[in-house]
């Protein structure tokens, strides 16, 4: 069984910061992509940023210069760093990861998600 989970997730004013963190946890062989993503109410999810093992990232554009994806390969962790948060951040935040449980899944592995965390941003 693999499992992520978030945390970091709150209420937070307009240009405030969170930071937040996903662990991958079970009977991982390998994990290759990791990523946020984020569903705001009444809108599809979209993906908010993800970074490779080899640390390539790719981002939304509406998040550029404002938030930082890193990963920890050996915490099997990835964060995402929040900064100068907007309302329109508001959302729910879900990790994903491309997940090789053995030598014999496939190059990229299977996704796994993250049950979510809350960002509210809001005065």
């Known amino acids: 069984q693999v499992q992520l989970v978030e945390s970091g997730g709150g209420l937070v004013q307009p240009g405030g910061s969170l930071r937040l963190s996903c662990a991958a946890s079970g009977s991982i062989f390998s994990i290759y992509a990791m990523g946020w993503y984020r569903q705001a109410p009444g809108k599809q999810r979209e993906l908010v940023a993800a970074?490779?093992?080899?640390?390539?990232?790719n981002y939304a554009d509406s998040v550029k210069g404002r938030f930082t994806i890193s990963r920890d390969n050996a915490k099997n962790t990835v964060y995402l760093q929040m900064n100068s948060l907007k309302p329109e951040d508001t959302a729910v935040y879900y990790c994903?990861?491309?997940?090789?449980?053995?030598?014999?899944?496939?190059?990229?592995?299977?996704?796994?998600w993250g049950k979510g965390t809350l960002v509210t941003v809001s005065s």
């Open positions: 994903n990861a491309e997940i090789r449980l053995g030598p014999w899944d496939g190059p990229g592995g299977m996704d796994y």
């Open positions: 970074i490779t093992s080899g640390g390539s990232t």
